[in-house]
């Protein structure tokens, strides 16, 4: 009951902007803005934040983290190229789908997610876990938007992002016991702390763009919506749990894992010439239903 509550706050945060969005106190320009502080500087102080403090997370974890992280994306890679060939015959829609059960909304949806459920120094660990993320979304994830599966469609500058670069700043933090004065950690704190209300606001604006054809859907949006928001996390958290990995670690990695389709799947779409109408759909189904979803995908955990 209480994630559900969680996840009710979250979405009156989404509600807001929406309204901000008809109400024209947000608009693409601003978006675009705010979109790129929340990924470049707010997330990244989010997640440095998740290790400063009086207690540092538990440095014996990282490896498993990691290893965790790795293994998880080598399973969703059978999800991603092999189980929309029993959704769809067409090739283009293949790689949306395919994308879409892949890739959750993690920077934007899972760490505030996650630091509402499990307390804000478990950011530091889903940040860990989404480390294979970065490679997998800039490599898997670009082949199957564009259709093209080659080698050439990786851009190495694309891996160091700056999330990506605080998750590895922060383990390296815990890793050797380095504490923050609390000069620069509370400020990272309150920097860290605008991810939430931004992130979910932004959601709500784009949602405000959708047409009534695109928040219907279609049949193998919600075919992939299924797979995206209990099937693909529900496999995830018994495998691992059959392999013995650690409560903890699992618990965090199936929440991070049970997030909405990534919104860098429209981006992309975008950025190569794609149409983003099918991933759009997917995209606002998942963040909808997620709100139910993600509650029950917690009940494993009692």
């Not at 992002?161 to 990272?188: D, E, K, N």
């Not at 929440?255 to 190569?272: H, L, N, R």
């Amino acid at each position: 009951m209480e994630n559900v509550e969680v996840m009710v706050i979250l979405f009156i945060m989404v509600i807001l902007g929406y309204v901000l969005y008809k109400l024209g106190y947000m608009g693409d320009k601003f978006e675009q803005k705010l979109s790129a502080i929340v990924i470049d500087v707010t997330c990244p102080a989010l997640i440095l934040s998740s290790v400063m403090g009086s207690e540092i997370p538990d440095r014996s974890l990282i490896l498993p983290l990691l290893v965790t992280g790795f293994l998880t994306y080598i399973l969703l890679l059978v999800y991603g190229f092999l189980v929309p060939r029993f959704i769809t015959q067409d090739r283009d829609a293949r790689g949306m789908i395919g994308f879409a059960l892949m890739f959750a909304n993690v920077g934007f949806i899972g760490y505030p997610i996650v630091a509402s459920i499990f307390g804000v120094k478990a950011v530091f660990y889903a940040a860990l876990l989404n480390m294979p993320n970065t490679f997998f979304i800039f490599t898997a994830g670009v082949m199957l938007v564009k259709g093209e599966y080659s080698i050439k469609s990786i851009n190495p500058k694309l891996l160091f992002s700056p999330a990506m670069i605080a998750a590895f700043v922060a383990a390296l933090m815990v890793a050797f016991g380095i504490h923050t004065p609390a000069m620069i950690a509370r400020p990272m704190t309150m920097v860290g702390n605008i991810t939430v209300p931004a992130s979910l606001m932004i959601i709500g604006s784009s949602m405000a763009r959708l047409s009534l054809r695109e928040i219907v859907g279609s049949p193998k949006v919600y075919v992939a919506s299924v797979l995206r928001l209990s099937v693909v996390p529900l496999s995830v958290y018994f495998l691992f749990k059959i392999c013995g990995v650690s409560d903890v670690i699992n618990n965090i990695n199936t929440v991070v894992i049970a997030m909405p389709v990534a919104s860098f799947g429209t981006m992309f779409c975008m950025k190569y010439g794609r149409n983003p109408s099918l991933m759009t759909e997917m995209t606002f189904i998942t963040t909808v239903a997620s709100i139910l979803s993600i509650p029950l995908v917690t009940l494993l955990f009692k």
